[in-house]
């Protein structure tokens, strides 16, 4: 499929358009997803889901979602090995935006050789060569995108459609995917000034983000985009494991540290209640403490909106820094450098 962002150099300033256009991309893969070709299958065990960076992140939102209703466990695989018990039994999805990704490839390899039930999902590549000349099911992504951590609307919901069609999950997540990109569109302006907001607060300060243990994907989400996006480091932690350990770390002149606390109203009282009271912690040692409430229905829906929030986070941030949000040199120049040593 032929897209704008072809060209490079001539779309300076692609990821705010991108970031704008994640509604859009949400009904994009719906469509994709409805129309791919998945067997169902049968005596399926587990679920391995391999990829990294931009196409790796969805796993670890599919692996929320559909905790209450998956039938089998779903195991997130950033290597190039997987486990040995992999097997025909294992469903292997093979998570590549480019599908030049050298891990995924290995695990892809690997799952071959082990004769796992697999599923390629990308937008070409070595991955999807491979794939279809093997018969495998694969799911296209469109190509021309520049920037896969940019296409998380297009994996997530290519591997929840995987999931579904090859019987592993029943298909909860359709409609709330659609009040979600509905939510979304409506919000963005107001999503965009709370998120320049935020970003001001960060210019100067490291972000240590926080929230209950199932917002652990969306925190990985905030902490990888403000990475590659904003050029800036950051740190996420879980309750209630941060009870036991971090916590006392927090001693000391920590000013140079912004403590976000991303919350959904519903989170389970206990984890509530702990980051409630570990607020005062924060408040004594930290440069900065905020609290970012999630909105929407489902959890799929609230974790979509911090999602795009955190997005528009980035986005100000790299702007207010004056870092070019659409480049990612030194991840292109390492994945240069490897392939000297194939
Ligand atoms: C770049 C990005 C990276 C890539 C990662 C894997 O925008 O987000 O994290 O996603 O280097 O590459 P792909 O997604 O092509 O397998």
Redesign the pocket.
């Known amino acids: 499929m032929g897209r704008k962002f072809l060209n490079i150099e001539e779309n300076y300033e692609y990821m705010e358009k991108l970031i704008a256009e994640f509604p859009d991309q949400l009904q994009e893969a719906l469509d994709i997803g409805r129309k791919a070709l998945i067997e169902s299958r049968k005596d399926i065990h587990e679920v391995l889901i391999c ?7 969805g796993a670890h939102f599919v692996k929320d979602f559909v905790s209450e209703t998956a039938q089998v466990p779903i195991l997130i695989n950033k290597d190039y090995e997987i486990p040995a018990f992999a097997d025909e039994h294992t469903l292997v999805l093979a ?7 050298e891990e ?1 490839l290995a695990a892809y390899a690997a799952a071959k050789k082990q004769n796992c039930s697999i599923i390629a999902i ?1 937008s070409g ?1 070595e991955l999807m060569a491979d794939a279809q000349a093997a018969g495998f099911d694969t799911i296209s992504l469109p190509a021309g995108y ?6 998380l609307g297009f ?1 997530l919901v290519a591997q929840l459609f995987a999931l579904h069609k090859s019987g592993c999950v029943p298909n909860f997540f359709e409609e709330q995917i659609i009040d979600t990109l509905e939510r979304i569109k409506l919000e963005q302006e107001d999503m965009r000034s709370k998120a320049e907001q935020i970003a001001q607060l960060m210019v100067d300060r490291l972000p240590v983000m926080y929230g209950a243990n199932r917002t652990d994907a969306t925190l990985l989400r905030w902490r ?1 985009q403000l990475n ?1 996006n904003a050029k800036h480091l950051a740190w996420h932690q879980v309750f209630p494991e941060m009870n036991h350990n971090e916590i006392v770390g927090w001693k000391g002149d920590y000013s140079q540290l912004l403590v976000v606390a991303l919350r959904h109203r519903d989170d389970p009282a206990r984890h509530q209640l702990r980051m409630d009271l570990t607020r005062e912690v924060f408040q004594h040692w930290a440069g900065g403490y905020m609290e970012v409430y999630s909105r929407g229905g489902s959890f799929l829906e609230k974790s979509l909106y911090l999602v795009h929030l955190g997005d528009w986070v980035s986005y100000y941030l790299a702007e207010l820094k004056g870092e070019n949000p659409d480049e ?1 040199k030194v ?1 292109d120049h390492l ?1 240069e450098q490897l392939k000297k040593y194939d």
């Open positions: 990829g990294m960076g931009g196409s790796g992140v998570s590549s935006y480019s599908g030049n990704t995924t990308s590549g520049p920037a896969p951590r940019a296409c994996s990888q590659e990612v991840i994945k």
